[in-house]
């Protein structure tokens, strides 16, 4: 399958992993990249830019194919050294950068100059139109049913991707709720130009998390996520624990006055112990609804090859069956 988005990042199938918390090492991304698709490293799971360096280099071991890198632009508790972690990026000869949480203009020149393939993911009509008018090569517009930030606005891909499409002139692809065939190719009919994955990727075999963490989203149903943070307008879609219920209590008892302070607890510094200890209670942790169309963890290039089989069959034998 061909699209501008195979062709801007040079890959073989338009199915991009999305940079995940203490998920996007270099295993990830290597066996995304390897089964033909754009695989990511997450920039700020590194702790230094150093770190990040080393990181990029294991994953250069790991597979000969585009890599991606994201950096994430949000609220942290400790502000990154996003300079450090651009040189980085660029010095390592990584073509390919997600960006995501806030507008990148500061960063983009350097990317640009550097030849660097700019996605920025995005939760509305109007950043995608502020992305593209800012020098963005292509956006991946993350709808209200996506595991992480789905913004404030809560417009679901059948609205948000067709939406996109009648505005954008950059490619696209979608993001939150994709799992399959039947994700790309409804993706596709919609206007964008390949698909966008997380919580699905993290139910595979080389996902370098802990086996309680794929469990449960194998477990889950399209029910058990819940927005966090709403107050604080940095919603977050996560998977429903006891953290989470103990979180929401609190959301609930201080309304309006409720501060980060108040729920530092239950979010701030609680991936490691689930991502890698595997404590499912720890914390709140980002997870789709789309876990309720996850029932098994292949491997990335099982999953890569039976997403583009299923996209085939689908275009070729249902679709054009009924016309
Ligand atoms: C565990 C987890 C951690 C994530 N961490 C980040 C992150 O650090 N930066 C980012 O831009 N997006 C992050 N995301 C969002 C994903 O890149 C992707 O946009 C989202 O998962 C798509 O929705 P889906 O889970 O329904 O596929 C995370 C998602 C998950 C599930």
Redesign the pocket.
Known sequence: MKTRITDLFGIKHPIIQ???????FAEMAGAVSNAGGLG?I?A??QKTPGDLANEIARCRDITQNPICV?V?F?PTVNAPDYPAIIKVIIDSGVKAV?T??NNPSQVLPYLKEAGIKVIH?CTSVRHALKAQSIGCDAV?V?GF?????PGEDDVPNMILLPRAADELEIPFVS?????DGRSLVASLAMGAEGM???????ATKEAPVHQNVKDAIVAASELDTRLVMRPLRNTERVLSNQAVERLLEKEKALGPDLKFEDIIEEVAGV?PRI?MEGDMDAGA??????AGLINDIPTCQELIDRIMDEAHTIIKTRLEGML
Do not use: P
């Open positions: 999305g940079g995940m918390h203490y998920v996007g990511t997450t700020l799971t994201n994430t949000l997600e995501a949480g993911k991946s993350d049913e996506c595991g992480g930030h993001s939150g709720g994709q799992a966008n994955m997380g919580t699905r990727f993290i991936y991502m942790w980002s997870c789709g609804m789309v």
